[in-house]
């Protein structure tokens, strides 16, 4: 949850996952800077987090063990959800004021 609360706008994703990619890009279209915590970077790099199944594991817990644990968004602090979620905020309009609410978004 510390993690999740660095900044207005929290990604967390593994390398390999096309949805992860897909929800930080849509972020990026709208003009977020969010924070992407990428939990299977390579242990070798210096942003690396050896932490990285463990964290896996917490957000699978947190999205009530169903899906995928990534991509997991953090907007203001709390749990969003995933993919499904989020594109559902999206397509709905709420996901822009959300934004705008977390301070992650200025008009």
Not at 1 to 8: D, G, H, I, P, V
Not at 48 to 54: I, L, T
Not at 78 to 102: D, F, I, Q
Request: proline share 5%; with cysteine.
């Amino acid at each position: 949850m510390k993690l999740a609360s660095e900044r207005a706008v929290v990604v967390f994703t593994l390398s390999s996952c096309c949805m992860c990619h897909t929800v930080t890009k849509l972020m990026q279209d709208l003009g977020v800077n969010a924070l992407v915590h990428e939990l299977d970077s390579d242990p070798r790099e210096l942003d690396s987090d050896p932490r990285g199944k463990e964290m896996e594991r917490a957000l699978l817990k947190m999205l009530g063990g169903k899906g995928p644990a990534v991509p997991a968004v953090f907007i203001g602090g709390k749990l969003v959800g995933g993919t499904n979620r989020v594109m559902s905020l999206h397509l709905g309009g709420e996901l822009v004021p959300m934004l705008m609410n977390a301070g992650a978004l200025w008009v």
